[in-house]
């Protein structure tokens, strides 16, 4: 299983981006991924999940500004981040495992990590 994330960058606050994640090595649609993020000097956590049947959960503090998609014919993961603020700085980690169900956005679910893409949002 192979992940790599792409389209972060530097944006000012109140803009907005694109991540993306490519995915091979698996059946794609039987899994489930999702966004994770690790701020300078805190924990990683979850930003927004989806699973193989589309169901989609998101952090309380990116609802309303953070989309998560896919693309099943292209085996890529999506997030569209809008209306960013300084405090969504962080490196974003795409993830997945297989024959999970739900949407969840809970570290010790996955096992399947990318190598990150950076966000930086000023102010």
């Known amino acids: 299983v192979q992940l790599v994330e792409s389209g972060g960058g530097s944006v000012q606050a109140g803009g907005s981006l694109r991540l993306s994640c490519a995915a091979s090595?698996?059946?794609?649609?039987?899994?489930?991924m999702a966004w994770f993020r690790q701020p300078p000097g805190k924990e990683r956590e979850g930003v927004a999940g989806?699973?193989?049947?589309?169901?989609?959960s998101y952090a309380d503090s990116v609802k309303g500004r953070f989309t998560i998609s896919q693309d099943n014919a292209k085996n890529t993961l999506y997030l569209q981040m809008n209306s960013l603020k300084p405090e969504d700085t962080a490196m974003y980690y795409c993830?997945?495992?297989?024959?999970?169900?739900?949407?969840?956005?809970?570290?010790?679910?996955?096992?399947?990590w990318g190598q990150g893409t950076q966000v930086t949002v000023s102010s």
């Open positions: 993830a997945a495992r297989s024959g999970c169900t739900g949407a969840p956005i809970v570290r010790w679910v996955f096992g399947n």
């Open positions: 090595g698996y059946a794609y649609s039987s899994v489930c």
């Open positions: 989806i699973g193989s049947d589309g169901s989609t």
